[in-house]
């Protein structure tokens, strides 16, 4: 029996049936699950980035009057 799924396995046109019927379909079935996810991780990566560059001019526009105290 395990000779029989070896020798299944071996073969060119098992393994492509495989991977059209199994992990093509699964792959795409994650990626659209995940989809959402990754643009939200990509806006506040960019909102995350925003931020921080105007945190830096206000501090370089604040940094004059501190140096005169």
């Known amino acids: 029996m395990i000779e029989g ?3 299944f396995f071996k073969k060119d046109e ?3 049936y ?3 019927t ?4 699964v792959g ?9 996810y990754l643009w ?3 806006l ?3 909102f995350l ?9 206000l501090l370089l526009r604040v940094l004059p009057y501190l140096q005169q105290i």
Do not use: A, Q
């Open 40 to 42: 939200m991780i990509c």
């Open 5 to 7: 799924l070896i020798d």
């Open 22 to 25: 199994i992990i093509h379909p």
């Open 18 to 20: 495989l991977k059209e």
């Open 28 to 36: 795409h079935i994650i990626y659209n699950e995940m989809y959402i």
């Open 49 to 57: 980035i925003f931020i921080v560059l105007v945190n830096l001019y």
């Open 44 to 46: 506040y990566h960019v």
């Open 14 to 16: 098992s393994k492509r």
